[in-house]
Structure formats: structure tokens, C-alpha cells
């Protein structure tokens, strides 16, 4: 199977987009991609394609053990649904055109809502951890970006607006509908660090400093993507734990896991809020 090249990326995207058609990925309408701990919501779709990320020309799967590495296709709540269950993450690979790859795919599938998820430390202190946290904003604390190097054009723009990156519209949408059934959502602004190491005590204050809520090692690359595509996105950060200092105790991904199986079912039904309205 053909991995990624020194072929220009438009080309692969579009050869990769060409293969999922061919087995069976035909016109998805919404996008999924699951963060760390969340992968298990692909089991509900239902007779659902599967095709392993190492099956695909110019993707492999990633090396954290809680993502998949599957493409899941199939019908759900009435919707044509592609979820990539796991990620590459810019710590695995130091290629931000890598870690981006599948948003562009789903775009050029056709997908025209993205739902990217991820799990967060929380930094704000007036805040739980085990709370589900819509992202209003990011802060790319990367030092890199997916748009860097030769623009493709049909795409989207060379120099993308990001004012209105996360759809304000479909937030308070999903805020509502998640309030009716007495599910309450944070809402706030998402910054990236590259990872893999967790953030010091330090990192966290300047954070929150500069205005975020939340902070993680993902979902950025994504968005920046679906926005330069013109796509709706939803951002859902499960704040999994309090950052790092917030609490007098260290950190470890395993409580990262552990936290996600207890908010699994409120996750899978915010997401179902997301894919509806």
C-alpha cells in the first residue's frame, strides 16, 4: 500500500479520497474525529465499514494505544457518518501535514461538518474535571500550522479568516439541545501544546493568562483544516483532569482513559445532539 511521499500533497489527499469512494465511503455528511479514551463511540454505528488506517494509501495508524486507527463509515441518526477513531498527533510525527491528513481527506470526501473531539486538561479553576467543554476558540500554541507551504488552492484561501472558526450559530444550538435533555456544556476557548510530555504548573498559569480554558495536544491542525475548507466545526473538549498545578498531584495518560469511560455515555449523546441539529 502507497504511504505518504514526497508527492505534492493535493495529490495524495485526492488519491486517498479516490480509494475511500472505491470501497464504499460515499458522500459523508458529517465528520467525527475521536480524541483519546473516545474512541469507543464508533461501535454505535450500526453494520458500519471499517477499513484500518494501515489498509489506506498515504496513512497509518498512529502509536497510541487508545486510538484505533480505523475509518468507520456508515448511516447514523439519518446521516451519511465517516469517524476517523484515532488520530496522528504532531508529538508522533513532528509533520503537521501528517497530523492534518485526514481533516483534508474528509473535506474532500465532501464532508460539510466536522465534530472533532479530544480530551483536555482543564485550567479553569471555576470548573470540574469530568465536564464536557465546547470549544469557542483555539490558541495554536504549536509553532506550527497545517497551511504552512504551498497553498491548494481548490481547497480553499492562502490566508483563511479564523473569526469564526467554531460555529457560534451550532453552539448555542447544541447548548440548548443538550440543556433539554439536563445535560449542561461548558463553553471556552481550547489552547494546543505540541506535547508528548503533559504541560508544567507554570505552562498552565501562562495559559490561563492568555485566555484558555482548556488545553490539550490535538484538534487545532483539524480545524484550521475544515475551516479553510469552508466546513462547519464543533469542537467538544472532555476535560478529562485538572492541569497540571491546579491540584497538588502528577498526571498520567491512564487517567486520562480511566475518565473518559465514566463520561462515555453523556460524550456519545452530545455527539448524537451534534450529528442532529
Same mark, same amino acid.
Given at each position: 500500500m502507497t504511504k505518504q511521499t514526497n508527492r505534492p500533497l493535493g495529490e495524495r489527499v485526492t488519491e486517498t479520497a479516490v480509494f475511500l469512494y472505491g470501497k464504499g465511503v460515499l458522500r459523508p455528511e458529517i465528520g467525527i474525529?475521536? /480524541?483519546?479514551?473516545?474512541?469507543? %463511540? @464508533?461501535?454505535?454505528? &450500526?453494520? $458500519?465499514?471499517?477499513?484500518?488506517?494501515? &489498509?489506506?494509501?498515504?496513512?497509518?495508524?498512529?502509536?497510541?494505544? &487508545?486510538?484505533?486507527?480505523?475509518?468507520?463509515?456508515?448511516?447514523?441518526?439519518?446521516?451519511?457518518?465517516?469517524?476517523?477513531?484515532?488520530? %496522528?498527533?504532531?508529538?508522533?510525527?513532528?509533520?503537521?501535514?501528517?497530523?492534518? %491528513? $485526514? @481533516?483534508?481527506?474528509?473535506?474532500?470526501?465532501?464532508?460539510?461538518?466536522?465534530?472533532?473531539?479530544?480530551?483536555?486538561?482543564?485550567?479553569?479553576?471555576?470548573?470540574?474535571?469530568?465536564?464536557?467543554?465546547?470549544? !469557542?476558540?483555539?490558541?495554536?500554541?504549536?509553532?506550527?500550522? $497545517?497551511?504552512?507551504?504551498?497553498?491548494?488552492?481548490?481547497?480553499?484561501?492562502?490566508?483563511?479568516?479564523?473569526?469564526?472558526?467554531?460555529?457560534?450559530?451550532?453552539?448555542?444550538?447544541?447548548? @440548548?439541545? @443538550?440543556?433539554?435533555? /439536563?445535560? !449542561?456544556?461548558?463553553e471556552g476557548v481550547y489552547a494546543m501544546f505540541t506535547g508528548p510530555s503533559f504541560e508544567t504548573p507554570a505552562e498552565i498559569r501562562f495559559a490561563r493568562i492568555i485566555g484558555a480554558d482548556a488545553v490539550g495536544m490535538s484538534t487545532v491542525p483539524e480545524a484550521i483544516i475544515a475551516n479553510h475548507s469552508g466546513r462547519e466545526v464543533i469542537g467538544i473538549s472532555f476535560l478529562s483532569n485538572m492541569a497540571a498545578g491546579v491540584l497538588d498531584k502528577p498526571m498520567s495518560g491512564a487517567e486520562v482513559t480511566e475518565a473518559a469511560l465514566r463520561i462515555k455515555d453523556t460524550f456519545a449523546e452530545v455527539v448524537d445532539l451534534a450529528i442532529e441539529i
Open positions: 474525529i475521536l /480524541g483519546s479514551g473516545l474512541n469507543d %463511540f @464508533a461501535d454505535r454505528i &450500526d453494520k $458500519p465499514l471499517t477499513i484500518s488506517y494501515n &489498509d489506506i494509501p498515504n496513512m497509518e495508524a498512529g502509536l497510541v494505544s &487508545d486510538h484505533r486507527g480505523q475509518v468507520v463509515y456508515g448511516i447514523y441518526r439519518g446521516k451519511r457518518v465517516i469517524i476517523m477513531a484515532g488520530r %496522528f498527533h504532531y508529538y508522533e510525527n513532528h509533520d503537521m501535514d501528517k497530523t492534518a %491528513f $485526514p @481533516a483534508r481527506v474528509m473535506a474532500a470526501l465532501g464532508v460539510k461538518r466536522f465534530i472533532i473531539t479530544n480530551a483536555a486538561g482543564c485550567v479553569n479553576t471555576e470548573w470540574n474535571a469530568g465536564e464536557l467543554m465546547l470549544i !469557542s476558540d483555539h490558541i495554536n500554541l504549536s509553532g506550527n500550522n $497545517p497551511l504552512i507551504g504551498k497553498n491548494i488552492d481548490e481547497a480553499g484561501p492562502r490566508f483563511p479568516d479564523m473569526t469564526y472558526t467554531y460555529s457560534k450559530e451550532l453552539r448555542e444550538k447544541l447548548i @440548548a439541545a @443538550a440543556a433539554a435533555k /439536563g445535560i !449542561s456544556l461548558r
